[in-house]
């Protein structure tokens, strides 16, 4: 079946502007995960989102970063204004509930800022 | 001081040799332990998931834990250089499922 895919898969772009970043999950997964990976660094938390409930934010390191999730399924993380240490990958994992510890990872998307 | 301690390495072996991959940790309520195995530009993917103290086989793979000095290993039997790649433990607490990870430690095996 299919996996979790993140688009794009690379982005460029200018200091200042606003990018989207795009995950599907695997179909049936309440819970999905926002990282984030710069060089020789590991996977930074960033959000979490499980069900209905009101989604973890605490990892999201200034309020130019949010996240949403419609209808239980596609994730969207948007970063305003971006600066050039937002430059990393972004992944973007999913989870059955019923599997603590266990997340099923997209290939992520690289984020350069100029 | 971060929540989850890793050597980053790298780490270089010869075929055939036993890896050891060591984390610690500093929050005791951590009850989820993983490893991951992260390949170059592809996302990480589970390799091992353990509860609690105790040890874990799969294949060449032994994960284990050990609560009262909160360190978590993993060895690699009989590597491979197939085996290269960042090997990444993390852990979670029993009540929610918020995920820390540690640095990663790059492997290569060498043939």
Not at chain 1, 65 to 79: D, K, Q, Y
Not at chain 2, 7 to 35: H, K, R
């Amino acid at each position: 079946g299919a996996g979790v895919s993140q688009s794009p898969s690379n982005k460029v772009t200018e200091k200042g502007k606003d990018v989207e970043l795009r995950c599907d999950p695997i179909s049936g997964h309440t819970a999905l995960y926002w990282y984030r990976q710069s060089l020789g660094q590991g996977l930074e938390f960033l959000i979490y989102f499980q069900g209905n409930s009101a989604p973890d934010k605490s990892g999201l390191p200034s309020d130019r970063f949010s996240a949403e999730r419609t209808g239980g399924s596609v994730s969207t993380l948007t970063i305003q204004r971006t600066q050039q240490e937002d430059s990393a990958v972004y992944l973007c994992a999913s989870s059955s509930s019923g599997r603590v510890g266990e997340q099923f990872f997209g290939p992520g998307t690289r984020l350069t800022v100029l | 001081q971060k929540e989850v301690e890793q050597d980053p390495g790298p780490l270089s072996v010869p075929e055939g040799a036993i890896v050891s991959l060591n984390c610690t940790y500093s929050n005791s309520a951590f009850q989820y332990f993983m490893w991951y195995r992260q390949y170059s530009r592809k996302g990480p993917e589970l390799l091992m998931y353990t509860y609690s103290s105790g040890n874990k086989e799969d294949g060449r793979f032994t994960a284990q834990v050990d609560k009262s000095s909160k360190y978590i290993s993993l060895f690699i039997r009989d590597s491979q250089p197939s085996d290269s790649a960042t090997y990444l433990c993390a852990t979670q607490g029993a009540g929610g499922f918020k995920t820390i990870f540690g640095a990663g430690t790059r492997l290569f095996v060498k043939a």
